[in-house]
């Protein structure tokens, strides 16, 4: 089993790679794009979605429920083939099954995630290149609570309990742009985070609801704003 150490390294080793090729490529764009095209693709966007979320998918515990998760993203266009975004996504109350804790209910969620978008058929016009592909690393605070059966000093006990921890990890995302006008698209985007081990626990029982390594799936659609 990898330690979340390790994770963390290769997430981190994922992020260099593609940080230093988006580099190069760059330099040699540069280096053959007139610099009036290349400030003709620098562009920003502001990005608002609904997705639902499904965390723990394939885990011996029954999966949550498909959640509702609201995000709201930064992005810049750098050339026509390649933007970097910033993400925050925010998931509400949701509710599973969870061994002998009883029902556990994950109260929030907060993940930041930090994009490498391409755009790998820029130019074209056969309506492919509307597709964008993308990867990076995520960081994703939670807060869980349940009523369960923990450890005591007679042997075990009923008590409410809660925790909040942090886990570093990664992801990839496809979207599906659909123009609705010059400065405005429509879109559709599957996303899988993966995250590591919980750190940085706090609350009265350190409680971990997002199983590490186990993927989480998000679907939906999202509105994007060009200024």
């Known amino acids: 089993m990898m330690t979340?150490?390790?994770?963390?390294?290769?997430?981190?080793?994922?992020a260099v790679v593609i940080s230093l090729h988006v580099q190069s490529r760059m330099q040699a764009v540069a280096?053959?794009?007139?610099?009036?095209?290349?400030?003709?693709?620098s562009q920003d966007f502001f990005t608002f979605g609904l997705s639902y979320n499904q965390i723990n998918v394939g885990r011996q515990y029954n999966p949550a429920r498909f959640t509702p998760m609201f995000s709201a993203s930064y992005s810049?266009?750098?050339l026509p083939w390649f933007d970097v975004e910033a993400t925050a996504n925010i998931t509400g109350r949701s509710n599973a099954n969870y061994g002998l804790f009883g029902e556990a209910s994950m109260t929030g969620t907060l993940t930041g995630d930090a994009t490498a978008l391409f755009t790998p058929f820029a130019g074209q016009s056969t309506g492919w290149e509307?597709?964008?592909?993308?990867?990076?690393?995520s960081l994703q605070s939670n807060s869980v609570s349940a009523t369960a059966f923990v450890p005591a000093t007679s042997g075990w006990e009923i008590r409410d309990?809660?925790?909040t921890y942090l886990q570093w990890g990664a992801h990839v995302k496809a979207e599906y742009l659909f123009p609705v006008s010059s400065n405005v698209d429509i879109g559709l985007r599957g996303q899988i985070h993966?995250?590591?081990a919980a750190s940085e626990h706090q609350g009265n029982y350190p409680l971990v609801f997002t199983q590490p390594y186990s993927p989480q799936l998000?679907?939906?659609g999202f509105i994007r704003f060009r200024f």
């Open 4 to 14: 979340n150490k390790q994770f963390q390294t290769l997430c981190l080793t994922i």
């Open 31 to 41: 280096q053959e794009a007139p610099q009036s095209e290349q400030k003709s693709a």
């Open 76 to 78: 810049h266009k750098f």
């Open 130 to 137: 509307r597709l964008r592909i993308g990867a990076g690393i």
């Open 161 to 163: 309990v809660y925790s």
């Open 194 to 196: 993966i995250f590591g």
């Open 218 to 220: 998000s679907f939906g």
